[in-house]
T-cell receptor
Framework: GQNIDQPTEMTATEGAIVQINCTYQ??????LFWYQQHAGEAPTFLSY????GLEEKGRFSSFLSRSKGYSYLLLKELQMKDSASYLC???????????FGAGTRLTVKP | GAGVSQSPSNKVTEKGKDVELRCDPI?????LYWYRQSLGQGLEFLIY????????KSGLPSDRFSAERTGGSVSTLTIQRTQQEDSAVYLC????????????FGPGTRLLVL
């Protein structure tokens, strides 16, 4: 089996930086994804890491350490619209298998 | 269409009835996934289709759940003899076989079993 762990809830202030961590234990690791999901809506793709290191995309960055089974999503210059759940997902083997964590609900306060 | 579509958007049914949920993936996407999401929870994998290969059914919670994908395109998730614990949002996602590798999600079907 596999475990994907992330904090249940986080709160941050508008304009600040927040880091959402994800740890995983799995065999056949073949990539880690971050998705954003606003309440009542479908998840939307944010980022993808398959090699170690940092991937930057505007205000959002994602980091991966395969040896540690660890990833984080970094959100800078937080805006109120960033209030959402952030889902960490691990893909295994030859792209056939993708499993999601329970998600981190982020609340951005003024 | 341009994205993944699902129907119905909402379904209310009585305990014990059967329901069918439909997913139209993005044209040309060979991979199709079904997930279930209970209120405030993460996504629970149900079943995966890839081309003509045998589906990965390892996530189906019981034999009351089944899914088909006809012609490599449209998929139907069927829940027989629904129970109240089946109430959730059922999400479908599709992915192309090639690069990018991201899944594109439909809007979901919100199922309520009374």
């Amino acid at each position: 089996g596999q475990n994907i762990d992330q904090p249940t809830e986080m709160t941050a202030t508008e304009g600040a930086i927040v880091q959402i961590n994800c740890t995983y234990q799995t065999s056949g690791f073949n990539g880690l994804f971050w998705y954003q999901q606003h309440a009542g809506e479908a998840p939307t793709f944010l980022s993808y890491n398959v090699l170690d290191g940092l991937e930057e995309k505007g205000r959002f960055s994602s980091f991966l350490s395969r040896s540690k089974g660890y990833s984080y999503l970094l959100l800078k210059e937080l805006q109120m619209k960033d209030s959402a759940s952030y889902l960490c997902a691990v893909r295994r083997y030859n792209n056939n298998d993708m499993r999601f964590g329970a998600g981190t609900r982020l609340t951005v306060k003024p | 269409g341009a994205g993944v579509s699902q129907s119905p958007s909402n379904k209310v049914t009585e305990k014990g009835k059967d329901v069918e949920l439909r997913c139209d993936p993005i044209s040309g996407h060979t991979a199709l996934y079904w997930y279930r999401q209970s209120l405030g929870q993460g996504l629970e994998f149900l079943i995966y289709f890839q081309g003509n290969s045998a589906p990965d059914k390892s996530g189906l919670p019981s034999d009351r759940f089944s899914a088909e994908r006809t012609g490599g395109s449209v998929s139907t998730l069927t829940i027989q003899r629904t129970q109240q614990e089946d109430s959730a949002v059922y999400l479908c996602a599709s992915r192309s076989r090639g690069g990018g590798e991201t899944q594109y999600f439909g809007p979901g079907t919100r199922l309520l079993v009374l």
